[in-house]
């Protein structure tokens, strides 16, 4: 078979694992957008002029809207439990975050929104996420406004999405009016009772706190699918009784969650060691292993990370750069080699090697017995792309609290810059 | 009049959609999430000109050129340092062997230059001609045959001369 043969059937096959899991929202999506565009095309003229009229007006009435919120729901709320809500749910969008820092405010009455943000690098700067979730009275016709596109040809966003039942309304802040900041917002409102948002914008600072921040980049880092996803984890993670449940207050990275990593460390190992134990939480996962009817243990991690390789670094083909490390552990005699990869496309994983059952563990070796190339080749295989981190409602403790409906409406919708 | 536009518009996407989608992750590299924006978006420019569209000889394949020619716009307009980490795909592990032919395949794909993989995409996935290829991307059939053999041998290069080891396994 000739090359080109093998290049059709290999399109072939990938392309056919791919598999749309919602064709009619995304077509739903599309034919908001084509009427958008026609309708834009036939107001050009007068259009801007009057988006920036309205942007200001739209904010002042989405503001007046949840102002007249008085629902007396019970709503209880820490600051600590919507802080990990919101690490929880930055987490499930398989991104790789780094010194986070957090600032947020609980709420224990419906009449205040609790509140969120984190300032976190992503390894290409920083960036910040904003969570805001507020008890509603889901029956309140009002609350239609807030997740509603304006009509189309005064809308004061650059783009807006409608979608039925579960429906996601979305829009970018014209670059140019804007000065090129965009914020990018996810309003839903659940069943259970909650308005949540979600927003970030392509400036580093917290989208409510951007004066005088320039933007970086043509749009926020986090894409709205993320958004999208982010503010599904976050209905999911308050019950109908107004309170967080353990699904996503439970602190980032205590409690083991299924995503691929062990799976890939165990294709990837060299074949002589058989696993004996395994462990993962997040973007992280290890194994121990023996090898043969040897009593001696070894310890072997991999986290996806955001930090840049350190050590000796080195350049791989196809531009993935390699750091090799040999350091001293915890416990005396114990041993730490470590190979950390970086791609072109920053995404980084670091793997580390111990002569001990742990890592605060005592000496189970006289050194690890893998090598630093083999490790080398773990942390700069291809396969660590398709890695998920993800943590899935079906893997949590409390059942109970896993999301029986999915939210009603969602919204993104842009925002004016201050003057 | 503007039902009856959205009927038959709804009635031809849902028959393609998927294959759109496909399409749209390979021309991606295998980011889905930036897959679903580019139909999202190619969709709402099918809609606006659903007149010409739904005339044309070959809607499927109007549809798909607007596909390449929309995911040629938006690595035209996207600045060099705007793409993060969103480029690891978040779809769960497939079989083995998929798995392996998958990740080399779209790893190999990422190296290209945008028109070289839309060039690949167009020929090997979408069974285009040199000269359909050519139309699709604006392009003469003599671009179209130097690229295609230029990303061609960068694949072979990456690969090692041959897929079969990826797909045997």
Not at chain 1, 110 to 139: K, Q
Not at chain 1, 351 to 368: E, I, L, R
Not at chain 2, 99 to 122: M, S
């Amino acid at each position: 078979m000739s090359f080109e043969d093998e290049m059709s059937d290999a399109f072939r096959r990938a392309g056919e694992e791919f598999r749309l899991r919602d064709a009619g929202t995304l077509v739903e999506g599309g034919l908001t957008r084509g009427h958008r565009r026609v309708a834009r095309r036939r107001v050009a003229v007068t259009a801007g002029v009057l988006a920036v009229a309205l942007t200001t007006g739209g904010g002042l009435y989405v503001g007046s809207k949840e102002r007249t919120d008085t629902a007396t729901r019970p709503f209880e709320v820490s600051a600590p439990q919507i802080e990990n809500i919101l690490d929880n749910a930055i987490h499930q969008t398989g991104i790789a975050v780094d010194d986070r820092r957090f600032s947020s405010r609980g709420s224990s009455t419906a009449l205040t929104p609790a509140r969120a943000s984190v300032n976190y690098n992503d390894g290409w700067g920083r960036a910040s996420t904003v969570l805001t979730v507020r008890r509603v009275d889901v029956t309140d016709p009002s609350l239609t406004d807030l997740i509603t596109c304006p009509p189309q040809g005064s809308s004061p966003h650059e783009e807006c999405t409608t979608r039925p039942g579960d429906r996601v309304v979305k829009g970018y802040t014209d670059a140019g009016r804007a000065g090129g900041v965009k914020k990018w917002v996810v309003t839903m409102v659940s069943t259970k009772g909650y308005l949540i948002e979600i927003a970030t914008s392509n400036v580093k600072a917290s989208p409510g706190d951007r004066r005088g921040e320039a933007p970086q980049g043509r749009n926020p880092r986090l894409g709205t699918p993320k958004l999208r996803l982010m503010a599904a984890f976050v209905e999911s993670s308050f019950t109908r009784e107004g309170a967080p449940n353990k699904f996503g207050t439970t602190l980032y990275g205590s409690e083991s969650d299924s995503g691929d990593f062990v799976a890939i460390i165990k294709y990837l190992l060299p074949k002589r060691f058989q696993v004996v134990s395994q462990g993962e939480v997040g973007a992280s996962g290890h194994v121990v292993v023996k090898e043969g009817s040897s009593p001696e243990r070894t310890y072997i991690e991999v986290t996806r990370t955001a930090s840049e390789p350190e050590g000796q670094v080195r350049n791989l083909p196809h531009g993935i750069k390699v750091g090799t490390q040999e350091l001293p552990g915890r416990e005396p005699g114990v041993v730490q080699f470590k190979a950390h990869a970086q791609w072109p496309n920053y995404m980084s994983i670091s793997v580390s090697a111990y002569n001990a059952t742990s890592p605060k563990s005592g000496k189970a070796a006289p050194k690890p017995m893998i090598t630093m190339d083999e490790l080398t080749n773990i942390a700069a295989d291809g396969v660590w792309h398709v890695a998920r981190s993800v943590m899935t409602p079906a893997t949590k403790t409390d059942p109970g609290a896993a999301p029986k409906t999915r939210g009603r409406l969602g919204l993104f919708h842009s925002w004016a810059p201050t003057p | 009049m503007r039902q009856c536009r959205a009927d038959e518009f709804l009635a031809f996407t849902e028959g393609r959609v998927g294959h759109m989608f496909r399409s749209a992750c390979l021309l991606t590299g295998g980011d889905t999430h930036l897959a679903e924006d580019l139909v999202q978006e190619t969709l709402g420019r099918m809609y606006a000109k659903w007149t010409r569209v739904s005339a044309a000889d070959n809607p499927a394949a109007y549809a798909q050129t607007m596909l390449v020619r929309t995911y040629l716009t938006y690595r035209r307009r996207r600045s060099a340092g705007e793409c993060p980490v969103d480029e690891v795909p978040d779809n769960a592990l497939t079989p083995r062997e998929d798995l392996t032919l998958r990740v080399t395949l779209l790893a190999a794909l990422r190296q290209l230059a945008p028109k070289d993989r839309a060039v690949l995409v167009l020929r090997y996935w979408d069974d285009r001609s040199v000269e359909e290829t050519a139309h699709a991307m604006n392009v003469s059939s003599a671009a179209v045959r130097t690229r295609s053999t230029r990303a061609l041998a960068r694949l072979r290069d990456q690969l090692g001369g041959t897929i079969v080891d990826f797909t045997s396994v």
